[in-house]
């Protein structure tokens, strides 16, 4: 079994954003994009690929898209101004990518740009932890705070899981 970069077997809670960090709050809730949120805090923009293969469902992960036998993991690096800022590790169940055919292989396409422009799709509530992020490739070391959420495109399901890099302490809170 092919494993991710990064385990995000933590634990879990619904998002409140009273208790969250006031600087990641507004990041943390985002209920669109995003993408589309950073691109707007950022002059460049770009998504590295790390990772996008066949892979068992982790245990930990079953509840929430249960009956998934076979998924995509694509986890990514989404980049502002060359600063890395997000890690993202979405998990793409085989019947959602066979219906929807393009999230087969997005490579440095956003994931955003494709879902969020899709008719029928519903985001589930946002969790947070906080959790250990070690990516030595990229000099990164540091407790970080995530989110996740189930989406459903018309009733196909997918995950998404976004850890906050301590990059984005240094990204301007005004859009551009
Ligand atoms: C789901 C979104 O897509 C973003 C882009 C991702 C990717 O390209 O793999 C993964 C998670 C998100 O940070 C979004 O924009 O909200």
Same mark, same amino acid.
């Given at each position: 079994? @092919? ?6 077997? &933590?634990?879990?809670? $619904? &998002? @409140?954003?009273? #208790?969250?960090?006031?600087?990641? !709050?507004?990041?943390?809730? /985002? ?10 805090? +950022? ?8 990772? $996008?293969? =066949?892979? /068992? ?12 036998? &076979?998924?995509?993991?694509? /986890?990514?690096?989404?980049?502002? @101004? ?25 490579? $440095? ?8 422009? =899709? ?7 946002? $969790? #947070? #932890? ?6 030595? =490739? ?5 407790? +970080? ?16 899981? /976004?850890?906050?890099?301590? &990059?984005? !302490? ?7």
């Amino acid at each position: 079994m @092919n494993t991710p970069f990064i385990s995000l077997d &933590a634990s879990w809670r $619904e &998002a @409140n954003v009273q #208790t969250l960090p006031p600087q990641l !709050a507004p990041w943390i809730s /985002e209920p669109a994009s995003l993408t589309a949120r950073l691109k707007r805090h +950022c002059r460049q923009f770009r998504v590295q690929l790390l990772n $996008e293969q =066949q892979s /068992e469902l982790p245990a930990f992960l079953q509840h929430l898209l249960p009956d998934t036998a &076979a998924a995509q993991l694509r /986890e990514v690096i989404l980049w502002c @101004n060359d600063m890395p800022c997000v890690y993202a590790q979405s998990w793409l169940p085989q019947q959602t990518v066979t219906v929807l055919r393009p999230l087969a292989d997005l490579g $440095e396409r956003p994931l955003g740009d494709y879902i969020f422009q =899709q008719p029928g799709l519903h985001r589930g509530i946002i $969790e #947070t #932890t906080q959790l250990d992020i070690a990516l030595p =490739q990229l000099s990164v070391a540091a407790r +970080c705070h995530a989110r996740r959420s189930v989406f459903t495109l018309d009733g196909l399901p997918l995950l998404v899981a /976004e850890a906050f890099l301590p &990059a984005m !302490a240094l990204l301007d809170d005004t859009p551009l």
